[in-house]
């Protein structure tokens, strides 16, 4: 891929962007297996759900038509855990006809366990969970690029909303992305096949919040919670139906007719190993070949 334009960031107002990122996780992004208990799964997933900032308004009367839907009794979180499958799969029916977009990172970390980069050293936890955040931030970046130069605007910016989980080192992890950012405009990269594309990320525009009265962040966990229910077998509720139905929305790469790599990104790397066959039918459904 060649190298993206870095002369066109000009100096923008750091308050607004065009697009609004909003970041979530399912499974835990611990690297030690716990063996002790039951629910324990190898299975980790990180995503982002994408919208411009003329959209980012409506993020929650789409929640609120969602919880409508699905007759929740909860108080204000809508949470993809608590529903039933068929309300899992009916929330995500109505999020892939929303103006949105879905990116997601999905690994096995059984099979990344044993793997060493010589440059990077062999994964910790933060080590694990940062590189994950790296390669969907590459992607996010990339696409806010992308949709822009296709709209013929310079701005490109983009909002990062985390949902605020326990364990998680904020502070360190704002610094890991200063320094990711700081790297994309010197061409510096580890692992540099992609590489955060400069001007869309800034560290005044990175946010922690809770999802409790979020509306972005509730998206953004049916999203990356559904596609962890579909990649992970051993879940109770396990069901491919509703991330398959978010196709519409998750992005590919120009010129390719999947999403695989790109919008839904599969670990280990095909060179580093592979995934239980169980647990292959979500991959399939978005263009990987095993």
């Not at 950012?181 to 946010?207: C, F, M, W, Y």
């Amino acid at each position: 891929m060649k190298r993206f334009d870095t002369l066109n960031l000009g100096i923008q107002n750091m308050t607004m962007a065009k697009y609004h990122v909003y970041i979530d996780e399912a499974g835990d992004p611990g690297v030690k297996p716990k063996t002790g208990d039951p629910s324990w799964t190898d299975w980790f997933a990180i995503g982002a759900v994408i919208v411009s900032d003329a959209a980012n308004p409506d993020t929650v009367d789409w929640v609120k038509d969602m919880k409508e839907a699905a007759r929740s009794q909860e108080g204000p979180p809508l949470h993809y855990r608590n529903l039933s499958p068929t309300n899992q799969a009916r929330v995500c029916r109505m999020l892939s006809r929303k103006k949105a977009r879905v990116l997601v990172v999905a690994s096995h970390k059984d099979t990344m366990r044993s793997h060493y980069n010589p440059r990077l050293g062999r994964a910790n936890d933060q080590k694990f969970y940062n590189w994950c955040l790296r390669l969907l931030l590459e992607r996010v970046t990339e696409w806010c690029y992308r949709r822009s130069l296709f709209e013929k605007i310079d701005d490109h910016s983009a909002r990062i909303v985390f949902s605020k989980r326990g364990g998680h080192k904020y502070e360190e992890l704002k610094d890991y992305l200063r320094k990711l950012e700081a790297q994309s405009l010197t061409g510096n990269l580890i692992l540099s096949k992609r590489g955060i594309v400069p001007g869309v990320i800034h560290d005044k525009r990175i946010e922690v919040e809770s999802d409790m009265n979020h509306a972005g962040l509730q998206l953004a966990d049916i999203a990356v919670s559904s596609f962890f229910n579909a990649a992970n077998s051993l879940a109770a509720k396990h069901d491919l139906e509703p991330a398959k139905t978010l196709k519409p929305i998750v992005p590919t790469m120009p010129g390719c007719k999947t999403a695989c790599d790109f919008g839904l990104l599969r670990l280990p790397f095909a060179h580093q190993g592979q995934i239980p066959e169980a647990d292959r039918g979500i991959f399939e459904e978005y263009g990987y070949i095993f």
